[in-house]
């Protein structure tokens, strides 16, 4: 935390700032909408006022986004919670902002029981912020419908692909400990599931937290395929004191294009690593987008309906907002006007908390925060600003101030004396300063056994595709998952495949680094890139031991490092030309994907593995549904 981003006593002179609700877009709907809309009104009505129209709901912190002209939809007040309900004018695909509010009646303390989910992905036209643009949904709604379950619990997710290519799923920051074949990377765990087939996924859920899952085959989940994992536990009781409402929020830069279009432009021969650029931010998964922004000869087709989310609070009130990072490219700084927030969650693990104005949250990292709903009771901004200061290039028709309202008074007027925080956003896409992230529950460092350094870089040349490159490889996805080789050849007592250090057993497109027995192991990142990059361990949390933003680790340093209690998470930004020494306990047996989070440098090949307990593995039989992913063609 920088000195300034401290809230300060007393007052908040923001002298610089103008209040932001001057410039909230304000656009006129076209006749021709607004008939549609009476006529879709009609239809509704006519069909019955079900549709979860009169749903009702106990704890509604938020819920909403805001009807077309600022005011709530009159057909609205059929409920009873704190919530407007919106079920009028959403669409069919338009996930129901009440599906990511927490019940806190939900039974932390119930016996492990099995959960049974479906997910069925499928593309569809929509038009989440306006703009009609091919979108894969999952259960036929944008975001996906959240999971919730207990420490415990076995979770059994049927994924139904009804996609014109493969697909799979991955459940971000679990373990898989016994199950790597569950953790849903394609090429790595597991084939690709393929259109029209179906694939059990089968896990016991050992953590607790702030999850979420995502498509693992190529840039896919970017194009809408996302969705919130949460896991209570008994634990949680200490904390819970701390809230009155509980919500998850889901935040991601979002993109006009599929994401299949834009990745050839990017991969392209002397493109000098020029990421495709966001068109908009979202929230809730809708935000407002000003069509104007686009010429008519555009190709975009856009409706001037689509609004920002809306959460209603009550005085006095306060509320936990699990701030989920599903994007593809951007970091957000999160801030709420004229209120500060409390950071009491990182990634899935609890810290102490922290107060701030503003937050930076970065591809796949979540954050819990808490804020007390005690100011004069009228509307604010939640804002989720998109720092376009670390992409290469500004996008004209991206605004990057994304907010979503905040009201006391259960109104969608734009705010008047909403004011932003006077800090300054950090223009390096640094994650929060290491010393304000301290585990609540405190867990030392174990002594370390093996130290690994890796350069990251990205090489550009004229006739080549631009790639990234963890040393000298650049990930190409292999055609048998890395798990089936590793598991077959330890099988085969292949001694490529037993060797401590960087296998030579596989293609030359796989780094892949041997743990065969149980060590502790130091990762330590050098990044020779200008860019920062949100880092993810599969499998595990690692402990950041240390880390910098220039310069180099000092090996000196090794014997002073703080092992108490350091931050322990799943996914680390490290900065541009910055280095990182993270350490993770090699006890889970598997093969365990390390990569660099922003979907286009990922495809670009920033990614590496970890094989794992070979003693463990060597005994394993990978299931024969896993397995059969590989032989449908
Ligand atoms: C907004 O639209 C609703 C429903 O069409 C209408 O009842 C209301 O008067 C409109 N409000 C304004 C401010 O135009
Ligand atoms: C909403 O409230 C208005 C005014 O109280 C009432 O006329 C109308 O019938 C109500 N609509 C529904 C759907 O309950
Ligand atoms: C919010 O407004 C809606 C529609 O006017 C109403 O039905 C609902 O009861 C209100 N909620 C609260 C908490 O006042
Ligand atoms: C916006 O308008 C289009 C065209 O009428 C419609 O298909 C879509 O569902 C509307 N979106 C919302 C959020 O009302
Ligand atoms: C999942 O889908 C199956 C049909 O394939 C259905 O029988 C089952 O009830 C569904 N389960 C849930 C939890 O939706
Ligand atoms: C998964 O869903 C598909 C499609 O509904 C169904 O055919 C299949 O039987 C389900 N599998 C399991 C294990 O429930
Ligand atoms: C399916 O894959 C092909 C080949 O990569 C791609 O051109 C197409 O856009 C993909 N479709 C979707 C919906 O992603
Ligand atoms: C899930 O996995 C467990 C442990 O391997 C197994 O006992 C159970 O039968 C599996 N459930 C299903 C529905 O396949
Ligand atoms: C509002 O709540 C915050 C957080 O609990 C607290 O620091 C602040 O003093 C409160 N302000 C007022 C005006 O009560
Ligand atoms: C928000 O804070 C600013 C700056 O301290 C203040 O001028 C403004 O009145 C506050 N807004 C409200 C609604 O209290
Ligand atoms: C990566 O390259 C650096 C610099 O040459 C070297 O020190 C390091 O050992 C290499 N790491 C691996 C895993 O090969
Ligand atoms: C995973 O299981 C192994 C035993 O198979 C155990 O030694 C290890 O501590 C476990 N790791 C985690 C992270 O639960
Ligand atoms: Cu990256």
């Keep these: 935390m920088k000195k300034d981003e401290l809230p300060q006593a007393g007052g908040e002179g923001q002298d610089e700032e103008k209040p932001s609700g001057t410039t909230a877009k304000k656009t006129r709907i076209p006749l021709l909408f607004i008939g549609a809309a009476i006529v879709f009104v009609v239809v509704v009505l006519a069909l019955g006022l079900g549709l979860g129209l009169g749903l009702k709901h106990k704890k509604g912190a938020a819920g909403g ?160 395929l996302v969705g919130p994992f949460i896991v209570h536990s008994p634990e ?73 989310a809306i959460f209603n609070v009550a005085q006095g009130k306060r509320y936990r907002f699990r701030l989920i990072n599903t994007g593809a490219f951007g970091e957000f700084q999160v801030s709420i006007d004229n209120h500060t927030i409390q950071v009491i969650e990182a990634d899935s693990t609890l810290v102490q908390p922290v107060t701030v104005s503003r937050l930076p949250i970065h591809i796949a990292q979540r954050y819990s925060i808490v804020f007390h709903a005690n100011q004069t009771a009228t509307n604010y901004w939640f804002r989720a600003h998109m720092n376009d200061l670390c992409f290469s290039a500004e996008n004209p028709v991206l605004d990057t101030d994304v907010r979503a309202l905040i009201t006391y008074t259960n109104t969608t007027s734009d705010p008047t004396e909403s004011v932003d925080w006077a800090s300054a956003l950090d223009g390096s896409c640094e994650d929060l300063a290491l010393s304000d992230l301290v585990p609540y529950d405190p867990l030392p460092a174990p002594q370390v056994d093996i130290t690994y350094p890796i350069e990251v870089s990205f090489q550009i040349g004229n006739f080549a595709l631009d790639k990234a490159y963890i040393n000298s490889t650049t990930w190409v996805p292999d055609t048998i998952p890395t798990l089936n080789q590793a598991v077959a050849g330890l099988h ?71 092992m108490t209690n350091p931050m322990r998470r799943d996914t680390l930004t490290v900065d541009a030309f910055g280095w990182a020494l993270i350490r993770f306990k090699a006890d889970n047996p598997g093969l365990w994907a390390f990569h660099c989070h922003i979907s286009w440098h ?30 449908a063609k």
């Design 65 to 224: 986004t805001q009807s077309s002209n600022g005011t709530l939809p009159s057909s609205a007040n059929g409920t009873s919670g704190t919530s407007p309900d919106i079920s009028f004018a959403r669409p069919s695909w338009r996930r129901n902002p009440l599906d990511y509010e927490l019940d806190l009646s939900w039974d932390i303390n119930a016996a492990p029981t099995t959960r049974v989910f479906n997910l069925t992905v499928s593309e569809i036209q929509a038009a989440p912020d306006g703009v009609l643009r091919p979108l894969l949904v999952i259960n036929g709604q944008f975001p996906g419908p959240l999971i919730r379950v207990n420490q415990g619990d076995r979770v059994l997710v049927n994924v139904t692909n009804q996609l014109v290519n493969g697909t799979s799923m991955h459940w971000h920051g679990f373990y898989q400990n016994g199950t790597n074949w569950m953790d849903g990377t394609t090429s790595i765990t597991q084939c690709a599931i393929p259109p029209g087939e179906s694939f059990l996924y089968n896990f016991t859920v050992e953590q607790f937290g702030t999850y979420w899952y995502h498509s693992h085959f190529s840039t896919q989940y970017t194009d809408g």
């Design 236 to 308: 949680e009781a200490k904390i819970q004191e701390m809230y009155d409402f509980d919500q998850v929020v889901l935040l991601q830069d979002y993109y006009h294009d599929l994401s299949t279009a834009l990745l050839p432009g990017y991969l392209a021969s002397g493109n000098e690593n020029a990421e495709p650029l966001p068109d908009n931010g979202l929230i809730q998964g809708t935000n407002f987008f000003n069509c104007s922004s686009y010429d008519s000869d555009s190709g975009y087709t856009c409706y001037q309906n689509s609004t920002r």
């Design 492 to 562: 085969a007592n292949d001694a490529n495949f037993t060797t401590s250090g960087v296998s030579s057993a596989y293609d030359a497109s796989q780094l892949i680094i041997d743990v065969p027995t149980y060590k502790v192991i130091d990762i330590l990142i050098n990044s020779l890139d200008e860019g920062a990059h949100p880092f993810h361990l599969h499998g595990h949390q690692f402990w950041i031991m240390a880390s910098g933003a220039h310069g180099d680790f000092n090996w000196n340093s090794y014997p002073t490092l703080n």
């Design 602 to 631: 990922m495809e670009a090949g920033l990614l590496m593995q970890w094989q794992t307990r070979d003693d463990i593995m060597k005994g394993w039989t990978i299931p024969s549904d896993v397995l059969a992913l590989c032989n």
